[in-house]
């Protein structure tokens, strides 16, 4: 997948200012930021969701699987009923198959028949998330999807999505927490005020504090981050 | 498309409440208007109470009596009478609501209807007592007794003419005629002018011309007293109506009554269904989902529209079975009630989907279109003529504007053969659906990226 020069803008604020992305087969690339840094702008752009109003996007064939932040799921259908609509929207093959694949992902087996409405928000996380990769898309894009999940099904979470990288699925998500990017992001994208203001690995990222934040070199992840991006002007 | 469409009577039958008024919302409609349409309009409930002594008549002049009026039969014809015994019983039941009003015929009435005929006449009054508790009971009872005192006028008047005729009749042609008892006989005008004639030859000829110009009076007198004859006749009544109607044949009342009443019903039916499913997507994060490449814009709208239409269909032909129970609809005409509702549904669905991508929320669109559609629906059915040209012009292009009044005209003309056509506001319906289904794909865009 591949964007060049991606502007966005909402009335005069600019939320993506001329912004270049690029994401290998298998790759893992995570976007961080602070808070309307621009990140669920871009990742919703790279989903088609929305237009940019400059720059343009290439993904394989269109094939693109999309988890957005916040669940989009019709509460008032069940779990299964769910995953079947979005399993027969993808026009999957075998869409009974690909619904059972994905409750035994999530481990919802025994609750596929609740309504949505009635799981906790940590269980709707892992149905949106699920229907995200019931098309096992060339590129994923994952919008904050770790939030709301417990330890044990977000090192799920990761398992599955390590296990489709390793099948040359490119996953692209964006998170608040900077230890999950530096574990799970091969590479890392940071944007702050709609610019992108670093591309690379966590171990580039570190070099790159060193050299201008020498104060913060020997902090953790996070604290050299938050560094980083004050001796940008963010 | 299809699977959506399931998902959505899916949804709808997992919201009992929204189910449930579905289908008692046209049953309600049906009930009501079955009521209203198929009782005659009550006779409002009047206290009388009469004073006039037994065996008063009124006098028709020179003598004469008019035949028995037969007062409290006359009157409790028009309205539903509670006789009472006085006037303080009246007034109580006046203002515990117990009637509309009360109705009080003096002692005196016929004494004043019989002096219009003397050199002093007085006007004779009837004593009416009313509870004007609200602006629009005051106008119903002033209406009521507009009308019954006019019926009264009227029927007296007409007594008075025909009195006044007869006797009319008796100075032309002659007849008996009593007077205190006295049997008189009228020769009458024609007599006299041949008895006149007939002694012309034995008048001297010196006192002939006088007599020439009695002749000549009698024969003009009853010439012209024959033409007043029906002039007296139509005084009571001087002016008649002559209607003619220059519109298309408007259907019968309780047709056009069940037009509105289904209208109605496929208006908030299909409004609210389409324009809350489609709000429905936003609100559940599931429109940027399905766009981003399993359904098109397009293709949503198409089912959010289809949708309306399916349970528009259903729910208005439910509510007509409900009203057939009352009023007798022509069931042959059925293939024309479905393409008249299934425009009507169409193009209210457009309207409904135009909504439904301009607001953010189910609760914000069902306000919403219950504030568009409820006041546009009253004023498409003001008549013209009842508000001034300007503002009918302004209420004329508000309803074209909106799939109200031409989904009216269009089941009204489906339920009605002898109406006018289902054409035109098929084709009005269809350019709106087309109008709408374009603003909301517009609104569409902007719904996808805020």
């Known amino acids: 997948m591949e964007a060049r020069g991606l502007v966005k803008r909402y009335g005069s604020r600019e939320a993506l200012k001329g912004v270049n992305f690029e994401a290998a087969p298998g790759e893992v690339v995570g976007v961080i930021g602070p808070n309307g840094a621009g990140k669920t702008t871009l990742l919703s752009i790279l989903a088609g969701t929305i237009e940019p109003d400059q720059g343009e996007v290439a993904s394989p064939n269109g094939d693109v699987g999309w988890v957005p932040q916040q669940a989009a799921l019709y509460r008032r259908l069940s779990v299964e009923e769910n995953l079947l609509l979005f399993a027969r929207l993808e026009k999957h093959a075998q869409p009974r198959e690909a619904v059972e694949e994905m409750l035994e992902l999530t481990g919802l087996e025994d609750r596929r028949g609740e309504l949505v409405a009635r799981l906790s928000g940590g269980n709707q996380q892992r149905v949106n998330i699920a229907i995200g990769l019931l098309a096992r898309p060339a590129v994923l894009l994952l919008d904050e999807p770790s939030v709301g999940l417990d330890p044990r099904q977000r090192a799920r979470l990761w398992g599955f999505v390590s296990g489709l990288a390793g099948g040359g699925t490119s996953v692209v998500f964006s998170t608040h927490d900077i230890q999950e990017a530096e574990r799970y992001g091969q590479r890392l994208l940071v944007l702050a005020d709609g610019e992108a203001l670093f591309d690379g690995s966590a171990a580039e990222l570190r070099d790159a504090v060193r050299g201008e934040a020498p104060e913060a070199a020997g902090s953790d992840f996070e604290t050299a981050f938050v560094a980083f991006l004050q001796h940008r002007g963010h | ?450």
């Open chain 2, 1 to 450: 498309m299809r699977w959506l469409l399931l998902k959505d009577l899916q949804i709808l039958r997992r919201s009992p409440l929204q189910a449930a008024l579905l289908v008692a919302y046209p049953v309600l409609i049906a009930l009501l208007i079955g009521f209203a349409i198929s009782r005659e309009p009550g006779n409002p409930r009047v206290a009388f109470l009469n004073e006039v002594p037994p065996g008063s008549r009124v006098s028709a002049g020179s003598g004469g009596e008019l035949p028995a009026v037969g007062v409290h039969d006359r009157v409790c014809r028009q309205v539903e009478c509670v006789d009472v015994g006085s006037r303080a019983e009246a007034e109580a039941k006046v203002r515990d609501g117990d009637v509309l009003a009360a109705l009080i015929l003096p002692a005196d009435l016929i004494d004043r209807l019989n002096s219009l005929s003397t050199l002093s006449p007085e006007t004779p009054e009837v004593d009416v007592i009313v509870n004007e508790e609200d602006p629009l009971k005051a106008r119903v009872v002033d209406d009521r007794i507009d009308a019954l005192l006019a019926r009264a006028n009227l029927f007296i008047a007409r007594q008075i003419a025909a009195e006044g005729g007869r006797y009319l009749g008796l100075v032309v042609n002659g007849g008996d005629f009593d007077v205190l008892g006295t049997r008189v006989e009228v020769l009458g005008l024609r007599r006299v002018a041949s008895t006149l004639e007939s002694l012309r030859a034995a008048v001297p000829a010196a006192q002939r011309p006088s007599l020439e110009r009695v002749i000549r009076f009698a024969t003009l007198a009853r010439d012209n007293l024959d033409v007043a004859a029906p002039l007296i006749d139509r005084l009571a009544q001087p002016i008649a109506v002559d209607k003619q109607t220059v519109s298309a044949p408007t259907p019968p009342l309780d047709v056009f009554a069940v037009a509105v009443a289904a209208t109605l019903t496929l208006t908030f039916v299909t409004l609210l269904l389409v324009a809350g499913s489609l709000a429905l997507e936003r609100e559940e994060n599931t429109f940027a989902r399905l766009t981003g490449g399993l359904v098109s814009r397009s293709s949503l709208l198409a089912e959010k529209i289809g949708l309306g239409v399916a349970v528009g269909l259903g729910v208005t032909l439910l509510m007509l079975a409900g009203v057939e129970l009352f009023v007798g609809l022509a069931w042959s005409r059925f293939g024309l009630w479905l393409v008249a509702i299934g425009g009507g549904a169409a193009a209210l669905g457009a309207a409904g989907a135009a909504l439904g991508a301009a607001a953010r929320d189910v609760r914000a669109v069902s306000l919403l279109a219950f504030m568009v559609s409820l006041p546009v629906a009253l004023l498409s059915l003001v008549p013209s003529g009842a508000v001034g040209g300007g503002l009918y012009d302004v209420i004329r292009i508000v309803a074209a504007l909106f799939p109200f009044k031409p989904a009216l005209q269009a089941m009204t003309a489906a339920l009605d053969s002898a109406g006018p056509g289902i054409g035109g506001p098929l084709l009005h319906l269809a350019v709106l659906v087309v109008a709408y289904t374009a603003i909301a794909r517009l609104a569409l865009g902007r719904f996808a990226s805020t």
